[in-house]
Each structure stands twice: as structure tokens, then as C-alpha cells.
């Protein structure tokens, strides 16, 4: 039997709907969720606005995934359990949390070998089909549902799903203590996994971009040095700071292809190179120059087996993830939180839809 109460969610299903591409509505939603005996159901406090959830805005597509009929949107996210089933024992009606938006098939090929992030049949919020969490509640398996430690904020527990990719990413790397890394892009993702970098070890990280305020930002962060490569050439500089010899490990996080085409100029020989950004195009390939580094290719989709350690780090203190929230709005300025971001004005990072009490 289920405990808790639902009620005072009920009156308002609101939710941020993306009708087609370009078309955004704040209306009422009805989505059917049936709470399991394995599910809790969430209030949802605060929702992080996402590259992907403004493509899907913009573009109404990414890859094969196309929005066909009426999606809400919304995947990054932090809430308070309001109702929890008879069989979860690790929550409990109170508990503030914050959820994995992926949803794997737990007896797929992929989840049994351990990569339930590439199970071809997850169902991951906001990726059509899939509606996404911003509305005013949502039912998701606990298993996928994690306590947030009391010194932690819901806008800082809302920005572990992509801390989530940059923790991943340094995973992938196998990165060693006193490395120095290059990061490329300073957007959300980039500076999460520079700050996930350093936390993993790293002695020195180095961030590019266009932006300076992005930029600035990142200096605030860490022992992290900062190009600006419309104005200066970034392989000169990573040569200057290691002495000719080059980076340890290049993590690519823009999604640009110019430079994820030129990662391997960067890299010093033997190191690795990390692909996080997806380019919208297929990109050069300098196959000889890998070859002659032997440089060791990682890729990165989303994450995997993360999320408690993420929360870890952030109740550690060793950083403050909220220098990157640059822009906080209301439930009902959700519309117009989209329209901004897809603007992508300069020295915006990232930005939060607070559904809940502030």
C-alpha cells in the first residue's frame, strides 16, 4: 500500500508542453502515471533547463528522436517525495531527491553488462516519446531516486545530471592525479567536467571557448587557465603551459565540429581524448594524427553508476556549482525561460525553472 498524500499536486497539472517545433504552451497536461510498488512520487522543486531540451524546442528533432505530437519537457531535476510505493524501503514521504532521468530495461543485454546508459530501450525524460518533469509532480522508480544530503540545495541537487556527464567523462578517461586537461567549451557541460576533472585529480585544467564571461567563470573554479580561441590559438597556449609536450587528456564538450576535428593538436603523445559534445555533422577525422600520439578515443552518451558520488562531491563543498546557475525563473515564466535560451545570449550558463517554494 502506498504512503503518503498526492492530493495538492492534483489541482494544478500544469506543465510546459512543446506543441511542435518553435511552439511553446504553459497549460494544463494530464499524464497518467500509476504509482508501482517500487515508484515514488516526486513533487518536482526545480528543473534545469538543457542544451537538448532547447534543440528539441528549436530544431523539433535530435537524430532519430522527433516530436511527433505534444511533449513536456524538462530532465534535469530535483524534488521532495510525496508518496512512496508499499516495496521502497531506502525514501520515504519527505525526503528531498533528486532522480536519473534514463530508465533502462533492467534485464536488457546492455544493463546486464553494466551499461544500462546504452540499452537501446531506455526511455529517458524529454526524448520522445517520454514526456519530461516539467509539471508539478512525477512518478519514478526509486532505484533511479536519490537522497539529497541536507547541506545541499535543490538548485544544486537539479545540477547533478550534468555534473553526471562530466563525472562519467573522467571515468572514461582514467584520469591520473597531477594531469593537466583541456577542455573545450565552457558551456554547462565543459565546466562541470572541469570542475569533475580537478576534482578526479587534475592539477591543471585548461578551458576554451568564445565567451569571456563563460570564461571568467571558469577561472572562479579551480586551478584552471582559460583561452579564448577566437582571439588567441589554443594549441600555442597548451603547448606554452606544458612545456611543448601537450595535454594528458582533452576533453571535447562543445560539440563544434572545427574543434572537435582538432583535438589531437592539443594532446601530448599516449594521451587521451574524450568526446562529450555531439556535433550536429560528422566531423574530420585526423586518423595520422591519432595514429603517430597513439592517442587512446573515449566517447561519452549520457552516464552511468554516478549519481550517489556526484551527490557526494557536492555535499563535500570542495566547489561551488552554483557560480554556473546564471538565471533562476518561476514555474510561469517557463515559456519565457525558453525563448531566452534559445537566444543563447553571452555569459549565460545555466539556467533554472524553480517550481516550488523559492
Known amino acids: 500500500m502506498a504512503h503518503g498524500s498526492s492530493h495538492d499536486l492534483a489541482a494544478d497539472t500544469r506543465a510546459l508542453v512543446l506543441e511542435e517545433k518553435g511552439r511553446l504552451s504553459l497549460r494544463p497536461f ?25 534543440h528539441y524546442y528549436t530544431h523539433g528533432a535530435i537524430g532519430p528522436f522527433v516530436v511527433r ?37 533492467p534485464t536488457s543485454r546492455a544493463s546486464r ?60 578517461a582514467r584520469c591520473a592525479a597531477g594531469h593537466t586537461a583541456v577542455i573545450m567549451g ?55 603551459i606544458t612545456g611543448g609536450w601537450g595535454a594528458d587528456v582533452v576533453y571535447e564538450c562543445s560539440g563544434n565540429e572545427k574543434a572537435a576535428s582538432s583535438v589531437f593538436e592539443v594532446l601530448r603523445p599516449g594521451g587521451v581524448c574524450v568526446f562529450v559534445g555531439i556535433p550536429l555533422e560528422p566531423i574530420a577525422y585526423d586518423v595520422a594524427a591519432a595514429q603517430i600520439k597513439e592517442a587512446r578515443v573515449e566517447h561519452v552518451f549520457r552516464y552511468a553508476h554516478v549519481f550517489p558520488n556526484c551527490l557526494e562531491m557536492l555535499s563535500a563543498k570542495t566547489f561551488d556549482v552554483t557560480r554556473l546557475i546564471t538565471r533562476t525563473f518561476s514555474f510561469e515564466e517557463s515559456v519565457e525561460a525558453f525563448e531566452l535560451a534559445a537566444r543563447a545570449p553571452a555569459g549565460e550558463v545555466k539556467m533554472q525553472i524553480v517550481l516550488g517554494n523559492r
Do not use: Q
Open 69 to 105: 505530437e505534444p511533449m513536456i519537457l524538462g530532465h534535469e531535476a530535483s524534488g521532495t517525495v510525496v508518496e512512496a510505493g508499499a516495496n521502497v524501503r531506502h525514501l520515504a514521504v519527505g525526503d528531498r531527491v533528486c532522480m536519473e532521468p534514463g530508465i533502462p530495461v
Open 30 to 54: 494530464e499524464v497518467a502515471e500509476a504509482l508501482g510498488p517500487t515508484d515514488v512520487r516526486i513533487a518536482v522543486h526545480t528543473v534545469g533547463i538543457c542544451g537538448s531540451d532547447v
Open 186 to 240: 565552457a558551456g554547462p557541460i565543459g565546466l562541470l567536467t572541469a570542475v569533475a576533472a580537478l576534482a578526479g585529480g587534475c592539477a591543471h585544467a585548461i578551458v576554451s571557448d568564445i565567451d569571456d564571461t563563460k570564461l571568467e567563470i571558469a577561472g572562479t573554479l579551480g586551478r584552471i587557465s582559460t583561452v579564448n580561441v577566437a582571439k588567441s590559438d589554443l594549441a600555442a597556449e597548451v603547448s606554452r
Open 113 to 172: 553488462l553494466g551499461l544500462y546508459n546504452l540499452d537501446p530501450e531506455v526511455r529517458f525524460w524529454a526524448t520522445p516519446p517520454v514526456h519530461g518533469v516539467l509539471r508539478r509532480s512525477v512518478v519514478h522508480p526509486a532505484d533511479f531516486t536519490f537522497r539529497i544530503p541536507d547541506n545541499v540545495s535543490f538548485a544544486e541537487a537539479a545540477m547533478v545530471e550534468p555534473f553526471a556527464v562530466g563525472v562519467h567523462a573522467i571515468n572514461k
